[in-house]
C-alpha cells in the first residue's frame, strides 16, 4: 500500500511509523508499522501468522511471540480488545484479520462530498460547497489580500478536487454569502505559483518541512532523555556488564558424526542456556551499548562473581533466577517477596511490609496467560561494589520482559517518566519503581508505574 491511510479515524502514516487522531501521535517500530500495512492491504481477510512472519521478517528467523507483540501494540494505540476486538480480529489458530474500513489518503476528506456537489439541488450544492470548502483548509494553502489577511483557496484547486466548474460555482446567486463571494477574480493564465500543481507542490513540501522539523525535535528530545538517564553508566570508561540469568541444560550431550549422523556419541558438560525473554532484553541493552561506543561483557548469573560488578556499571536481567538481582535488591525499599506455600510471589514495600500490594498467586500464571504482572526497575548505586547498575526484574519472564520494554521504548517514554520522577523529587540520582503490566496471551502490554523512591 503506497501513501497514508486512514482506520477508524486515525490517519496512518508508514513513511514516518506514526499514527495520528485529533493531534495525538504514536510512533510505531517499523516491523510493528509493516504488519499494520500487510493487514491493511487485505481488509477483512485472514492473514495467517505464517504469512505474516515471512512477508514481514522474511529471511530472519523469529518466533509468534515477536508478532504476538506487534499486534498487540498495534492494538494498545486503536484501544482495541482482544476479546472485544473492533479493529484486529484474532482467528484461533488461522491469524488475524482487520475488520475496519480503510480510507486511501485524500479519498477520506472528499470521496463522500464530490458527488452531491457536482449533481444535487441549490440547497445541497451550497451545503457541499461550505463543507468542501472548510475541509480543504488543511489541504490548499490560503493566498494573502492586499491587507494581509488571508482570502479564499485557489478555485482551480477547488476545481481540481471539486470536479465542478469555478465559472458555475462563481455564478451562482445563492453563494454569495459562501465560497463565491470569496473567491478571487483571476483567469487560468494567472500567476505562475496560483497554478494548483504549484499550491499541491508547495503545500507537499511545506508538510514535509513540518514533519521533518516535528521529527528532529522529537528524536532530539528523546535523545536527550536517554542521555539523561543513562550518562551516570555510559560515559564512564569502564566496561559495562551484562548479568543474566542462566539456566542450566542436560550434564551431557550428543556429538553426532558428520560422516555417519545415525551415530552419535554423549559427551560429558555443563552447557548453559538463557531464556529467549532474557535474550531480547540482553539484544537491546547491546544495541544501547553500541550506541555509546561502550564496551560490554556478558556474564551469566551463575559465573559472575563481586569482583566482575566492581570492574563496571552493571545491568541486572531477571528476578528470582538470578543471584545478583535479589542480593542488589535486599536492601531497596521495593524488594521481592516469596511464600512458597501456597507459592505466592511478589513485590514488597519496605516501609508497609504488612500489605501485599503487588503479589501473584502461582497459579494465576502457570495455568493460564492473562494476569497483572508486577516488575522492578530501578538504577542506583550498589552499596557493595560502588557502581551504577541498572535492575531491569519481574515476578515471572513476561514480567522482566515488560521492564525491557519499558526502559527501552523506541519512543522514550518510560525513560522520561523516570527522568520526571527524579525532576520532581529535587533532582535525585537514584531511582527504583514497581511496574504493573497486563500480561494477554503471555505477551505484557498497558504498562504503567505503581510506585516510586528516588534518593
Known sequence: MQGDFWIDGWLVQPQTNTVVKEGKTHHLEPRVMQ??????????????????????????????????????????????LPRSSRVIQTIPKLGYRL??????????????????????????????????????????????????????????????????????????????????????????????WRRPWCLFIGGLVALFLISLGAYYISNSSRNSEFDTFWRSMLHENDHLVICVADHPDNERINIFDPDDPQRSVQVKTAPVSIAMEDVRIVLKVIDLAHAYDKPYVLKSEGVANLSDLQSGPSILIGAYDNFWTLRATRNLRFRFWVKPEPGQFGIVDASDPVHRHWFLDGRSFSTGHNYQGYAIVARCIDNQSGKAEVILAGVTSADTVAAGDFIFDPRGNGIAQLNHIMRETGNKKNIEIVLSSQIIDGVPSFSKIEASYTW
Open 99 to 192: 475488520i475496519v474500513p480503510i480510507t486511501r489518503g485524500i479519498e477520506a476528506a472528499t470521496d463522500s462530498r464530490q458527488e452531491p456537489f457536482a449533481n444535487g439541488n441549490g440547497k445541497e450544492r451550497i451545503q457541499n460547497a461550505q463543507h468542501l470548502d472548510t475541509t480543504l483548509g488543511a489541504l490548499i494553502p490560503l493566498g494573502k489580500g492586499q491587507n494581509g489577511t488571508s482570502t479564499a483557496r485557489d478555485p482551480e484547486a477547488l476545481q481540481v478536487l471539486a470536479g465542478e466548474d469555478v465559472g458555475q460555482i462563481s455564478e451562482l446567486p445563492t453563494l454569495t454569502a459562501g465560497i463565491a463571494s470569496r473567491l478571487p477574480r483571476h483567469s487560468r493564465e494567472g500567476a505562475f
Open 35 to 80: 504488519v499494520l500495512v500487510q493487514l491493511a492491504m487485505h481488509p477483512d481477510e485472514v492473514l495467517s501468522k505464517d504469512r505474516l512472519l515471512a512477508t514481514v521478517w522474511q529471511s530472519t528467523f523469529v518466533g509468534d511471540d515477536v508478532l504476538v507483540r506487534c499486534i498487540s501494540e498495534i492494538r494498545s494505540v486503536f484501544g482495541d
